[in-house]
């Protein structure tokens, strides 16, 4: 068991000890919410969320439309965080990848996620990856950008481009995410 907490670290109410990532909330307004489907052992161990090469590209193309400023603080996630993004997960046990992750701890996990995104008013939810896109609107298949459907509570949501798209593919998709993200802070 781990004496000392790192970053965002926190440990998870299974009763065995293990770490997670705690949900990140900005102290003011959420102007989006970055929500995963569940954090990679890299990111937990480091205490941030998206540490991997895949979450760091997709982090920063979010600083590249204009979400945050990445000299804002020395790791993205809180720089983001100080510019009123929130980042969570629908499933807080970490595992190496999405197969790993079962379908009835996603169940478990959505509704407390949706809960939690109505309560704080959360108009954008951003999915880093497919798959928190995916259970949120109850979708089997989804394209990158802006989504027809909206949450439960009424939100926006966005799925970004995979992190190995093309780079015109990904660079029109996110240009949509940039305007949104102007649109909804205005």
């Given at each position: 068991?781990?004496?000392?907490?790192?970053?965002?670290?926190?440990?998870?109410?299974?009763?065995?000890?293990?770490?997670?990532?705690?949900?990140l909330?900005?102290?003011?307004?959420?102007?989006?919410?970055?929500?995963?489907?569940?954090?990679?052992?890299?990111?937990v161990?480091?205490?941030?969320?998206?540490?991997?090469?895949?979450?760091?590209?997709?982090?920063?193309?979010?600083?590249?439309?204009?979400?945050?400023?990445?000299?804002?603080?020395?790791?993205?996630?809180?720089?983001?965080l100080?510019?009123g993004?929130?980042?969570?997960?629908?499933?807080?046990?970490?595992?190496?990848?999405e197969?790993?992750?079962?379908?009835?701890?996603?169940?478990?996990?959505?509704?407390?996620?949706?809960?939690?995104?109505?309560?704080?008013?959360?108009?954008?939810?951003?999915?880093?990856?497919?798959?928190?896109?995916?259970?949120?609107?109850?979708?089997?298949?989804?394209?990158?950008?802006?989504?027809?459907?909206?949450?439960?509570?009424?939100?926006?949501?966005?799925?970004?481009?995979?992190?190995?798209?093309?780079?015109?593919?990904?660079?029109?998709?996110?240009?949509?995410?940039?305007?949104?993200?102007?649109?909804?802070?205005?």
């Amino acid at each position: 068991m781990v004496d000392r907490l790192v970053g965002h670290q926190e440990r998870l109410l299974d009763g065995h000890g293990g770490l997670t990532l705690a949900n990140l909330w900005p102290a003011g307004h959420v102007v989006a919410a970055v929500v995963g489907l569940n954090p990679a052992p890299k990111s937990v161990e480091a205490g941030h969320y998206y540490q991997g090469p895949a979450g760091q590209r997709q982090l920063v193309r979010l600083a590249e439309v204009g979400l945050f400023d990445p000299a804002d603080a020395p790791f993205l996630d809180d720089a983001a965080l100080q510019r009123g993004i929130a980042f969570t997960d629908i499933v807080k046990v970490p595992t190496l990848g999405e197969k790993q992750v079962k379908a009835g701890r996603i169940r478990e996990g959505l509704p407390l996620l949706e809960a939690s995104l109505a309560a704080r008013d959360v108009h954008l939810v951003i999915g880093v990856f497919r798959h928190p896109v995916h259970a949120l609107l109850g979708l089997r298949k989804s394209k990158p950008g802006l989504q027809e459907k909206t949450t439960s509570w009424g939100a926006r949501v966005f799925r970004m481009p995979g992190p190995y798209a093309k780079a015109d593919e990904a660079r029109r998709v996110l240009t949509e995410l940039g305007n949104v993200f102007r649109e909804g802070t205005k």
